[in-house]
């Protein structure tokens, strides 16, 4: 029996559980609009979701994507003495990795870079990285050190190093990635944060949680080796996975006043805090944006910010139960272009369930079991 296990037997369950709180920042969009130079970004640095999920990095290179409306990102600390770094907790890859003083890059010069040389357990790994990006790659190096994570001391970690980044981090809050996939997926083969946890026995559970707030920059948390009931109402629907690499599940349908308008007769989905939208096929996701009264154009889903009140629920049936999302909940306002819908176009069969979905539903990733739960979040 683990360490872990035995010593929350001993003591009250919220001590047991350990919390990494997220920061919900200002996203990249939201700098550039700014700036007045959303347009020229967009039009340089087109969005392509699906690019992170492309089969080849189950095999080869990690793939990421230009997501220009992630916005929540927590701190850890790698190194002795700790030096801290910003990273997205992204369940739809594996690797670790953070800037290095190696990288000259724009996007490296506008964050937070490791320092080996100040790191009295930092240790070279001597094999290349390399994570291509939709509009670019991010290329360094894997070392070992401590890092640090909501309290958890986890020794001996891979993580990779930055040499060179894509443009477009330069406009992201977080200086890095932790992912929270599968180790099939992982970059040069190195071991991801949470299984190096669990083999230490640091955590009780080999399982972890999110919660996501809407608003407040605060609240949100990633949750280690635990549940926490505080976080959601009612029960908890368990969902069983269809690939062990990323988190994915079977999707029944997609529905709007119970009406199928997408995914008919099933489909996947990945459950996804490195994506930001509900990301699906092209004709799904018009059916969707048309269902709720959208209108495209220039690639945003526009609708009257004063119509939300009377625009319909859209309903995700997984499981054999009804997960609803209510406009007020998957329609986004900028003070620059307006309401949008959190709605995407991915160019494939393959649908992602981004922060927009999970704002609403408390997730729980079990490695035990293979499953995803979801409930109604608080």
């Given amino acids: 029996m683990k360490w872990a296990i035995f010593l929350c037997a001993m003591v009250a369950l919220s001590e047991c559980l350990h919390k990494v709180p997220l920061i919900k920042g200002k996203t990249a969009r939201e700098t ?32 990421m994507t230009n997501d220009a409306d992630l916005s929540y990102y927590g701190v850890i600390s790698i190194g002795t003495p700790p030096q801290s770094f910003r ?24 964050h937070r870079k ?40 986890d020794t001996n970690q891979i993580f ?31 071991t991801p944060v949470f299984d190096n946890m669990w083999k230490q026995g640091l955590v009780s559970q080999d399982l972890f949680s999110v919660y996501l707030t809407s608003n407040s920059q605060s609240g949100s948390v990633v949750t280690f080796g635990g549940i926490d009931p505080s976080y959601y109402t009612g029960s908890i629907v368990w969902i069983p996975l269809s690939s062990e690499t990323y988190w994915q599940i079977t999707m029944d349908s997609v529905t709007i006043n ?12 990945i459950v996804d805090t490195g994506t930001s939208l509900i990301v699906g096929p092209n004709n799904d996701i018009s059916n969707i944006n048309q269902g709720v009264g959208a209108s495209v154009y220039n690639g945003d889903a526009r609708v009257n910010c004063n119509s ?13 139960h009804a997960f609803t999302i ?28 981004g922060d927009v979905f999970i704002r609403q539903y408390y997730s729980i990733f079990d490695r035990a079991q293979n499953l995803v739960g979801l409930a109604k979040a608080v």
């Fill in 308 to 320: 939300i009140n009377s625009m319909p629920d859209v309903t995700f049936n997984i499981h054999g």
């Fill in 32 to 63: 550039l609009e700014e700036q007045g130079l959303w347009e020229e970004y967009r039009r340089k640095y087109p969005y392509n979701p699906m690019v992170k999920f492309d089969p080849s990095f189950a095999v080869g290179s990690e793939q």
């Fill in 114 to 153: 490791f320092v080996p040389s100040q790191s009295s357990t930092y240790r070279y790994a001597g094999r290349p990285l390399s994570i291509q990006y939709g509009t670019g790659s991010m290329t360094g190096f894997l070392a070992y050190d401590t890092v640090q994570v909501g309290g958890i001391v």
């Fill in 258 to 269: 119970g009406n199928t308008v997408a995914c008919n007769g099933g489909c996947q989905a």
């Fill in 87 to 110: 990273v997205i907790f992204d369940t739809g890859s594996s690797n670790l990795w953070v800037p290095s003083v190696y990288c000259n890059s724009a996007a490296c010069n506008n």
């Fill in 326 to 353: 209510s406009a007020s909940d998957y329609v986004r306002q900028s003070q620059y272009y307006g309401c949008r819908t959190g709605f995407g176009n991915g160019g494939s069969n393959l649908w992602i369930l």
């Fill in 160 to 190: 990779g190093l930055s040499q060179s980044e894509a443009p477009f981090m330069a406009h992201m809050a977080a200086d890095g990635i932790l992912g929270l996939a599968f180790p099939s997926i992982s970059s040069s083969g190195a």
